[in-house]
């Protein structure tokens, strides 16, 4: 059973960049997509972006200028950088496998506060 | 607000079958296949309970089936159990821009 591990930073300050790494465990990470999601009391669950074990990368339009996703296969991760953050960044974020049009296995998730 | 609309709860007894809608567009329910539905636990991530609109992974009760018709997509849950209680959430792909993903605001379920 593939596990997957979101480690980062709590506490972001507004305008610093969040960064955040998925370690998946279990099973390989090449030739899936993987992605990132969040959740947060105001947005409900807001898809991020995905990226291929090649390093391919789709993003979230509305983040699109702020977000890069990229992977290490030789350790097995993959990580997110959100720039220039808000409050309104404040939210839970979720690492997670794709299978086809969903995700089937994710991490268990990390709250990330934007605060001073 | 979200992009799928999503009833805010639904309700049932034991043994019961209820339905929750996820209704879109032709942009994205209505012109893909590619409807998945989650359920959310308190504390916990969303687990896969459909993909690909009707699909079951592997371990994910029978009791549980997806269905779509035009721009409408549904989750039904026959025999309602205890601890079928918790959040669902739809997403669909979405070419209203660039590729994207987008997510229905959730329905709370509550057994009686």
């Known amino acids: 059973q593939v596990q997957l591990q979101v480690s980062g930073p709590g506490l972001v300050k507004p305008s610093e960049t969040l960064s955040l790494t998925c370690t998946v465990s279990g099973g390989s990470i090449n030739n899936y997509y993987w992605s990132w999601i969040r959740q947060s009391a105001g947005r409900g669950l807001e898809w991020i972006g995905r990226v291929y074990s090649t390093g391919r990368t789709n993003y979230n339009p509305s983040l699109k200028t702020r977000v890069t996703m990229s992977v290490d296969t030789s350790k097995n991760q993959f990580s997110l950088r959100l720039n220039s953050v808000t409050a309104a960044d404040t939210a839970v974020y979720y690492c997670?496998?794709?299978?086809?049009?969903?995700?089937?296995?994710w991490g268990q998730g990390i709250l990330v506060t934007v605060s001073s | 607000q979200s992009a799928l609309t999503q009833p805010a709860s639904v309700s049932g007894s034991p043994g019961q079958s209820i339905t929750i809608s996820c209704t879109g567009t032709s942009s994205d329910v209505g012109g893909y296949y590619y409807v998945s539905w989650y359920q959310q636990h308190p504390g916990q991530a969303p687990k896969l309970m459909i993909y690909d609109v009707s699909n079951r992974p592997s371990g994910v009760s029978s009791r549980f089936s997806g269905s779509k018709s035009g721009n409408t997509a549904s989750l039904t849950i026959s025999g309602l159990q205890a601890e079928d209680e918790a959040d669902y959430y739809c997403?669909?792909?979405?070419?209203?821009?660039?590729?994207?993903?987008?997510f229905g605001g959730g329905t709370k379920v509550t057994v009686l």
């Open positions: 997403s669909s792909y979405t070419t209203s821009s660039t590729l994207n993903w987008v």
């Open positions: 997670a496998r794709v299978k086809s049009s969903g995700n089937d296995n």
